[in-house]
């Protein structure tokens, strides 16, 4: 829409997926790998600004998939973890206003790769 609206390298990461929108649109969060780590790269689309927040750290090295989701609510999301030495996937709640992140839980099914916040 006219140019771009903001810019950032971020060099160290391995592996970037997609940014995910909050949905009052304050906010666009970006996960990454790097080295053995999930991180999320949180950018204040206002001020024009990011911080990084860790998510998960101590993964083995040969994991493979990470899906991250955000709530409704413009604050809560979620990284789920499949691969490498999980028998089932595991799911991490976190919180990008308080910067904290909850023990994970193990999803139920083998299959589970993916898992959404409402």
């Known amino acids: 829409a006219g140019g771009v609206y903001y810019s950032e ?3 160290d990461s391995d592996n970037m997926k997609s940014g995910v929108f909050t949905n ?9 790998k790097e080295g053995n780590a999930i ?3 949180i950018i204040d689309v206002a001020a024009k600004t990011s911080t990084t927040m860790p ?3 101590s993964l083995p090295l040969d994991w493979i998939y990470y899906h991250l989701d955000m709530a409704s609510d413009g604050k809560r999301g979620v990284v789920t973890v499949s691969g490498g030495d999980f028998i089932k996937s595991k799911t991490y709640v976190f919180d990008i206003k308080t910067g904290i992140v909850n023990a ?3 999803n139920n099914d083998d299959n ?3 898992v959404y916040a409402w």
């Not at 304050?26 to 996960?31: A, G």
Request: net charge positive; proline share 8%; aromatic share 8%.
């Open 39 to 41: 991180k999320a790269r």
């Open 9 to 11: 390298n971020i060099t």
């Open 24 to 32: 009052d649109g304050k906010s666009v969060i970006v996960p990454f």
């Open 104 to 106: 994970p839980f193990e």
């Open 112 to 114: 589970v790769s993916r």
């Open 55 to 57: 998510l998960v750290n």
